[in-house]
Structures are given as structure tokens and as C-alpha cells.
């Protein structure tokens, strides 16, 4: 099996731009032979979460509404930040809490988990 790509790019053109997405259109030949239409959407930040935890294992949500969902939603603080920031240090200078996993060079977003002391 070939481990080319069997795409075949045509055109593409930019669709949608914001502050937080891009969005840009591919028109190919798929590996069957038919002309498609591929759509990408491209984060212009990073998905940053906090789960914070007490000396006891307590932990907070916060709540508010999503208009996506249209629906209220409890969850962990989060927000976005610039894809170039780097989060991933101990979380104080005198701290034993080092990170149970390293960085990730994945998509998006990473998971790491600090241990309660």
C-alpha cells in the first residue's frame, strides 16, 4: 500500500476569518476520482482549562449559559491563549508538584496531571 497522498489539490480559498478561527475551502479530486469540496478550520489559539484542586481534593466548576448549546453548562474554567504561550512549568518556585506528564507537540491541547500533595 502507498503511503502518497492520493488527493489531488485543485484550488483552495479562504471562506470565514475572526479574531479566534479561519476557515478556508480545498477543492480536490478525492482518491476516488471525484472532484469534492474539503473544508478546514484552523484555531488561532489554544484551549487552556484549570482544574484547581484544594489540600483535600476539592475542586470548583463554573457555570454559565453556552450559545452554542443553548443551554446552561457547568465546567472547569477555561479560555484560550496565544498558541505560542507555554503553561506547562511548575506551578511555584518552591513547589514539589511537577507535571505527571510532559508537554505535548499534539493538535491542539494537552492533558496533564499534577499529583495532590
Known sequence: MSESNPW???SSREVYD????????????????GRSLYGWVSFKNQAVGVI???????????????????????????GGSPKDKVFWTRP????????????????LFSICIYPIL
Open 92 to 107: 511555584g518556585a518552591n513547589s514539589k508538584r511537577k507535571p505527571a506528564c510532559p508537554p505535548s507537540n499534539g493538535p
Open 18 to 33: 475572526n479574531p479566534w478561527i479561519r476557515v478556508r475551502e480545498d477543492d480536490v479530486f478525492n482518491p476516488g476520482g
Open 52 to 78: 484547581p484542586l484544594d489540600k483535600s481534593g476539592n475542586t470548583w466548576l463554573v457555570g454559565q449559559y453556552r450559545y452554542t448549546l443553548s443551554a446552561y453548562s457547568w465546567e472547569i474554567p477555561s
Open 8 to 10: 489531488q489539490f485543485i
